[in-house]
């Protein structure tokens, strides 16, 4: 282009006719702009089209296609409904704006192959997704056991575990109450998100029959700041497994000034302890009887009422986990209380960690040294619920 206009530029200064030959080239020139300009204006009013008719499918489609979460193999669903897949793009398809100019024969034929294409295009979509579910390894139940002499920790050693069916045979609440789920995001989320909603709705909704219970909810802990980034999808898959969105004001403790000297606050990544004490807020949702928090990898498979009724009796539930740490923060179950959370606040008051001793020198016992995740919700869970002999928690 540049060579092309230097060469105008010289040829400008030269002979009439050298001009003249100038000028009809320039309205040559204005008129390939002015075809341009005509095309453009047609492809934007047929392209939209497309991009409605798409975007249709994919808000029809999105809730199912979510059902097969990610291909970890971690998970699986035996099939894919496909009725309401195809449906659902028809309905959508069916509300395609119509073309501004009616009588623009050639137009409205290029808007059909556009809206064929993408027809074809979303049932080449649903293919994939169905194939993909064919191909996802089949989730195995894990066989009940039924005796576990020493495989549980009371924040001093190694101790037999609680027997949960026993304890929710004598919670006081036998039937009936409120009881939820939690789950938390931090960060904007991805796509796709919460890839195991479907199966704990079905759960829930499970653990409310076999409880007699009014209400077992999903909700999901959000900061302001993620909420707003949530897209229209996201949306979608919550009120199609009727979650609810609860906003948060902190995910670490406000009075919490001790963090890891490789990280600094504001940043996403680099240290678990934001995405694992937002889980705190969970304490304080009293308005029911008994709640549970799972990691978002976690995929229900059976009742959850036991739990539910033993923590409603006024136990806080967790697991240990596989790296030999006491305490995995991917699941407890609390009867929840203003004044717990209150207490996890406070515990946040001029403490620190150290690699050595652990939260606020109280130390890491049943193991002898720090463990994973010791430095996040890990270690602040396990320090605040098992050393409540220690002066520090129990100032709390």
């Known amino acids: 282009m540049v060579h092309s206009n230097g060469e105008v530029n010289a040829k400008s200064t030269g002979k009439a006719s050298c001009c003249c030959r100038m000028k009809a080239s ?47 193999a971690r998970g699986s669903f035996v099939s894919l409904p ?51 579910a064919e191909k996802r390894p089949h989730c195995k139940t894990v066989k009940k056991q039924t005796t576990c002499p020493a495989c549980c920790y009371d924040g001093r050693g190694v101790v037999p575990c609680l027997d949960v069916d026993a304890c929710a045979r004598k919670a006081p609440q036998s039937h009936g109450g409120r009881f ?87 940043q996403t990544s680099g240290w678990c302890g934001p995405q694992d004490l937002i889980r705190l807020h969970v304490l304080g949702f009293e308005d029911y009887h008994a709640v549970a928090f799972f990691d978002q990898d976690v995929q229900l498979q059976g009742d959850l009422g036991p739990a539910l009724r033993c923590a409603s009796a006024g136990y806080f539930l967790s697991t240990s986990g596989g790296a030999g740490e006491p305490l995995n923060v991917g699941f407890f179950a609390v009867r929840p209380n203003r004044r717990l ?39 602040y869970f396990h320090t605040l619920f098992y050393k409540q002999y220690h002066k520090r928690v129990q100032q709390a």
């Not at 341009?36 to 999105?62: N, W």
């Not at 309905?91 to 808007?111: C, I, L, Q, V, W």
């Not at 199609?240 to 990280?263: D, F, G, I, N, Q």
């Open 82 to 132: 496909s009725a309401d897949v195809a449906r659902g793009s028809t309905n959508n398809a069916s509300k395609a704006p119509k073309p501004m100019f009616e009588g623009n024969t050639s137009r409205m034929d290029a808007a059909q192959h556009l809206i064929e294409k993408a027809c074809a295009g979303a049932l080449g979509a649903r293919a994939e997704v169905d194939a993909a």
């Open 180 to 266: 939820a789920l939690f789950l938390a995001q931090l960060g904007p989320p991805r796509w796709p998100w919460l890839t195991f909603l479907g199966d704990m709705r079905t759960q829930a909704d499970a653990t409310m029959a076999s409880m007699n219970a009014s209400s077992v909810d999903i909700i999901v802990l959000m900061l302001p700041v993620d909420i707003q980034r949530l897209d229209s999808y996201h949306r979608r898959h919550l009120e199609a497994h009727r979650a609810k969105l609860r906003e948060v004001h902190w995910s670490l403790p406000p009075t919490l000034e001790w963090y890891p000297s490789y990280w600094r606050p504001g």
């Open 26 to 72: 320039a309205w040559r020139r204005r008129g390939m702009q002015l075809l341009c300009v005509i095309f453009l204006v047609l492809a934007a009013l047929a392209f939209p089209l497309e991009g409605y008719l798409i975007g249709s499918f994919r808000q029809a489609a999105t809730p199912q296609i979510l059902e097969l979460g990610d291909m970890e």
């Open 341 to 379: 959370l209150l207490a996890a606040e406070r515990f946040a008051d001029n403490m620190t960690f150290s690699i050595k001793t652990g939260w606020g020198g109280i130390g890491f016992e049943p193991s002898t040294n720090k463990f994973v995740g010791a430095e996040c919700g890990q270690g």
